[in-house]
């Protein structure tokens, strides 16, 4: 008998290595979420006397006299599950065909979560650690996705964890260290940079101290005004050349003075 089955199995081997097992799975790649149902029909074109489904979760019996069963199963919850669908597929003959359909069952995770070693604001270009279990004010979150393939859901499925809300500190940094203004009642000095935590400013070159980051400059004399915002991590300077409108007497103003003064001179 043990000799019988040896020569069975040998036989059986050589003829599935020689010609394609007569059988067309529908789908023949399944991806299932974990829980749900699945299905998926085994189809042959021969005559044969018998076949069926061998599974550890909705196995089908031998069945003759038909050409399409399909294995099913309501609420899949094992991981490692393998069907294998089987085919006689020669009248008189034992021989068996199988072939396995693969099944990858999948689970997003119930939660994510996301965490940083530190705690309080961050500064700027220092390095930290997300932990799995961030400029100025942004949200960090971590997701998670699944992509299975072709065959798996469209779009991947994923899950995100709540947000990381991140504060970072920098220091001011002005985007010109130096600008030329021309006196006029409509022109500012304006010193105002972007920093956290918000800069101090200070102004060199002024008859009296002055916090604020703008200056108007038909207030001031020509020359050069430095302008400093500080914070806690560093400080950056702007030097603001003030210059006067420069205008020229035109011939009419210089026509008009020149009248005056020789009106003066007759009234003396």
């Known amino acids: 008998e043990i000799l019988y089955w040896y020569r069975y199995r040998n036989a059986l081997s050589q003829f599935c290595a020689q010609a394609e097992c007569p059988l067309q799975l529908n789908p023949q790649r ?9 299905a998926a029909n085994c189809s042959t074109s021969v005559l044969h006397e018998g076949m069926g489904w061998e599974a550890s979760e909705g196995a089908v019996p031998m069945t003759k006299n038909q050409s399409l069963i399909t294995w099913r199963v309501s609420e899949l919850k094992e991981w490692d599950i393998k069907p294998v669908c089987f085919i006689n597929y020669k009248i008189g003959d034992k021989n068996q065909c199988p072939v396995e359909l693969p099944v990858t069952v999948y689970k997003t995770p119930d939660s994510v979560f996301i965490s940083v070693n530190h ?49 970072v500190y920098y220091k001011p940094q002005h985007s010109s260290s130096t600008e030329t203004i021309i006196k006029d009642d409509k022109v500012m000095l304006d010193c105002t940079v972007k920093a956290n935590p918000a800069p101090t400013y200070t102004w060199d070159h002024l008859k009296e101290k002055n916090s604020s980051s703008e200056l108007k400059s038909s207030a001031l004399s020509p020359g050069n005004y430095t302008c400093t915002a500080t914070n806690a991590l560093g400080r950056d300077s702007k030097v603001f050349i003030v210059k006067s409108t420069g205008i020229r007497p035109t011939f009419w103003t210089v026509l008009t003075f020149f009248q005056l003064s020789v009106a003066l001179i007759t009234i003396m």
């Open 30 to 38: 399944v991806v299932v979420r974990y829980g749900d149902s699945v």
């Open 119 to 167: 705690s309080g604001p961050m500064k700027e270009r220092e390095p930290y650690e997300l932990q799995y279990r961030a400029d100025d004010g942004a949200q960090y979150r971590c997701e998670a996705e699944l992509d299975l393939g072709a065959e798996g859901p469209q779009p991947h499925p994923t899950i995100s964890s709540k947000p990381l809300n991140v504060e």
